[in-house]
């Protein structure tokens, strides 16, 4: 069996705390709403946490890699109200394994549509 990436496995069990301790200080993260890249573990931790509560029935349906390999695609699906939602995480890593680079994709464009408003709105609200 193939092992399941460390972000992943994060995720699914419901700990964001440890997939926002596999980012790089520097991560780079490509929102696929937002044209300019947010930069940094804080913004791009603010994003995950939000995201998080945005996602009904989120689940990982595959994961492309290869053993070593300092990339992944990471398949989910997911709803947002009555929208589904088909979409990939593509990871790049450091060789020791930080998350230097996040980009999101997802479809169609209805879902993507849904999730700008519902992330604008999550965003806009106080950090409790």
Do not use: N, W
């Amino acid at each position: 069996m193939t092992a399941v990436h460390p972000f992943r496995a994060a995720v699914e069990s419901g700990d964001i705390a440890a997939a926002i301790a596999l980012l790089d200080d520097d991560v780079v993260f490509h929102s696929p709403v937002v044209h300019k890249p947010y930069v940094g573990r804080a913004a791009v931790a603010e994003i995950l946490r939000a995201v998080v509560q945005v996602f009904e029935d989120f689940r990982y349906t595959r994961e492309i890699s290869t053993p070593g390999a300092l990339d992944h695609a990471l398949v989910f699906s997911a709803r947002i109200g009555d929208r589904e939602l088909e979409g990939c995480d593509f990871i790049h890593q450091t060789p020791d394994g930080r998350i230097a680079e996040l980009t999101v994709m997802v479809r169609p464009l209805s879902a993507t549509l849904a999730l700008a408003e519902s992330m604008k709105a999550r965003l806009a609200q106080p950090s409790a």
